[in-house]
């Protein structure tokens, strides 16, 4: 078997060259210049993101709208409620476990395009929905399509990106289904909930008509051995003027060594199980922070509690909130690096849900909580707290804290969890590995959304939030025991790494 490109000496294969690194300036303007195709490509994927953050809130502002409806067969009781906010995530394990599949069959292009089916499908389902069923079966159709796009689009996003920019645009994946959910919670002010599934229509429809303009992988093309297609792909994404030999060179000789199926023998092998083993335990530790069933509830948590402003601007706040928090990640993850900002990210998603657990516990309670959802009964249990005035300004601490956990969130373990999945996964099971930890990922989000409403109703809104806290605090023993640094390395490097162990890569 031919050496790992760790410690190959040469021009060819000079992993750490003498010369110091380019400036953050000098880098940014390099990459502004000879990567706006890779920019281009980048864009017309992730809208695939938009269309899965959307999808995933859009219950947020619906459920109270349809509790409150006067047709018998679109009111809905509580436990229609839990499995209509929860159906989506078993979609989204469906969607990464036939990823598993299309991501090496299709390709990662075709099968972000395929996903727009099942998406459009959805949607108009949901639009025209005069039953439980429509709703229900709506849902997952999108949840399938989120799940499918969450496994392809990092994959894609990061075998086109090169190392100089591959943060930057490995973030883009959740920060458009960020800008996804903002757009959700923003025209759930203005639009009817029937609306709001046409208006998801519009995102899927261009992105299938901007990817349709744009290459495929070039590291897909070569696993086919389309070595022509290859190098035509990876000619057009660094313009003109770019010299892509030596990274032609590069990938090709990553994927010939890795162009033979994956036996079970060599999947014991640690420099392939370890990367495979971080990346589902890092997406696992990340639907166990309790994003999903927050963002899913938002609305109702906050219908539940005291808060100061009207829940649907308090949803609305914390979207716009969650969209800046994500673009300062993605502004800085070159810079800081990922581990800096996992450990950033952690301890304040710990302080956030500690501090909501302790108000709900000890804080005062809503005037008017919104019964239907069945929140407040657990909050208000065995306590006697004062109720709120409308007016007092300690009921601004749930909307403060959700904005804190969401910004931690959205700093770290949300977009660094993708970029990390999508590198450091061995391409040989790349496709398979990136399904199975989107399908990890969303049956443990299907678990704590459908249990949410009874963890609640059984032992108070507080109980839920010290959980997340708890799990917090493992999240950053892990970061600091398992999680590699990847900043500013390629693909290829990364790979070298685990094959070798050297630990000099990661200084």
Request: overall charge neutral; glycine content about 8%; charged content about 15%.
């Amino acid at each position: 078997m031919q050496e790992p490109l760790l410690g190959a000496e040469g021009r060819d294969y000079d992993t750490f060259p003498e010369k110091p690194p380019p400036s953050p300036g000098e880098r940014t303007r390099v990459g502004v210049l000879q990567n706006k195709r890779v920019f281009l490509a980048t864009f017309a994927a992730v809208l695939g993101n938009f269309s899965f953050g959307y999808a995933l809130v859009y219950t947020s502002p619906v459920i109270p709208a349809l509790e409150q409806s006067l047709d018998p067969d679109l009111n809905l009781t509580k436990t229609q409620a839990s499995w209509f906010g929860s159906v989506f995530t078993l979609g989204a394990a469906a969607g990464g476990l036939s990823a598993m599949v299309l991501n090496d069959l299709l390709g990662r292009k075709l099968s972000i395009m395929f996903s727009a089916v099942p998406s459009a499908a959805g949607y108009a389902l949901m639009a025209g929905a005069h039953g439980l069923w429509m709703l229900l079966l709506g849902r997952m159709l999108t949840g399938f399509a989120g799940g499918l796009t969450a496994a392809c689009i990092p994959v894609y996003v990061s075998e086109i990106a090169p190392p100089s920019v591959r943060g930057a645009l490995g973030a883009t994946p959740q920060l458009m289904a960020v800008f996804g959910s903002l757009s959700l919670y923003a025209l759930g002010l203005l639009l009817p909930w029937r609306w709001l599934a046409v208006a998801g229509e519009g995102p899927v429809l261009v992105m299938v008509l901007l990817l349709s303009c744009m290459p495929n992988s070039p590291r897909f093309l070569l696993s086919k051995g389309r070595d022509t297609e290859a190098l035509q792909a990876l000619a057009w994404l660094r313009g003109a003027d770019a010299d892509t030999r030596w990274e032609f060179e590069q990938i090709q000789d990553t994927v010939q060594r890795q162009s033979s199926p994956l036996s079970w023998a060599e999947a014991r092998d640690p420099h392939m199980y370890r990367p495979i083993v971080i990346a589902l335990l890092m997406r696992f530790l990340q639907q166990l922070t309790g994003i999903t069933p927050i963002l899913v509830y938002l609305q109702s948590i906050f219908d539940s509690t005291a808060v100061l402003l009207p829940p649907k601007d308090d949803a609305a706040i914390v979207g716009a909130v969650r969209l800046l928090s994500v673009l300062i990640a993605a502004l800085t993850m070159d810079l800081a690096g990922r581990k800096v900002l996992l450990f950033v990210s952690a301890a304040g998603m710990f302080a956030a849900n500690l501090t909501l657990g302790l108000y709900v516990h000890f804080g005062p309670k809503s005037l008017a909580p919104n019964s239907t959802v069945g929140l407040e009964r657990a909050a208000l249990a065995g306590t006697e707290q004062p109720l709120a005035t409308p007016t007092s300004y300690l009921t601004l601490v749930p909307l403060l804290a959700t904005m804190l956990f969401i910004m931690g969130y959205a700093m770290g373990w949300g977009p660094i969890t993708w970029l990390l999945m999508s590198e450091i996964l061995p391409l040989r099971a790349r496709g398979v590995a990136s399904g199975l930890c989107v399908l990890v990922s969303w049956l443990t989000a299907f678990a704590l959304t459908k249990s949410f409403l009874l963890v609640t109703n059984a032992f108070g809104l507080q109980a839920p939030f010290f959980f997340f806290a708890a799990v917090c605090l493992v999240n950053l023993a892990f970061t600091g025991c398992c999680v590699p640094e990847t900043k500013g390395r390629s693909l290829e490097q990364i790979e070298s790494f685990f094959r070798t162990g050297r630990r000099s890569f990661l200084r």
